[in-house]
């Protein structure tokens, strides 16, 4: 018996363990073989479909984040310009209205110095015929100190009062 040539006997033998071998293997071994490749196909395949959606959905939920913050974006530089409108106006009220107060302010110290100023002339004038008709009745005291003097000034004072009338 030569080590690398085999026996008849052996190589049968071989060949039918090698069958029987074969022959459970395809009975009962691949079947769960490959539906364990299949289901691990299936999965995989799902998963692909579900990381697909999911990829969509993020550039979905990506592209209305987007819109969403241009819209916040546009609706805060609303939001400031109508912030700076409003802050002019009230500005620009409040400028009026101290104008107007001004205005008023000082239109109400000309009257009121123009009544002080009016009530001082006639105060003025009230003192100058005071002391007008203080030194006419001195001066008139000293002329008429005669009886004669008297009589002819009420003589020419009717007179005067005659003409008047007529």
């Known amino acids: 018996m030569s080590l690398l040539v085999p026996d008849t006997g052996l190589l049968f033998w071989m060949l039918l363990v090698f069958g029987v071998v074969v022959f459970v293997l395809a009975k009962y071994g691949f079947p769960v073989i490959i539906k364990m490749v299949e289901e691990r196909k299936a ?10 959606k999911a990829k969509n959905e993020l550039e979905t939920v990506k592209i209305e984040s987007q819109k969403i ?15 700076t409108a409003i ?4 500005i620009n009220d409040a400028k009026s ?4 107060e001004a205005n008023k302010i ?24 005071i ?5 006419a009745e001195k001066v008139l005291r ?5 009886s004669d003097v008297q009589e002819n000034m009420i003589d020419r004072l009717i007179n005067e009062i005659n003409i008047f009338k007529s």
């Open 87 to 90: 802050k002019d106006s009230i």
């Open 106 to 129: 000082i239109e109400d110290a000309r009257v009121q110095i123009n009544s002080e100023k009016q009530e001082a002339i006639k105060d003025i004038r009230r003192q100058v015929a």
């Open 131 to 135: 002391l007008s008709v203080d030194i």
């Open 142 to 146: 000293q002329k008429l100190e005669s």
């Open 43 to 52: 999965f995989i395949d799902e998963s692909l479909v579900m990381a697909e």
């Open 97 to 100: 209205k101290a104008l107007v």
């Open 69 to 83: 913050l241009d819209t916040a974006r546009k609706e805060h530089l609303a939001i400031i310009n109508d912030a």
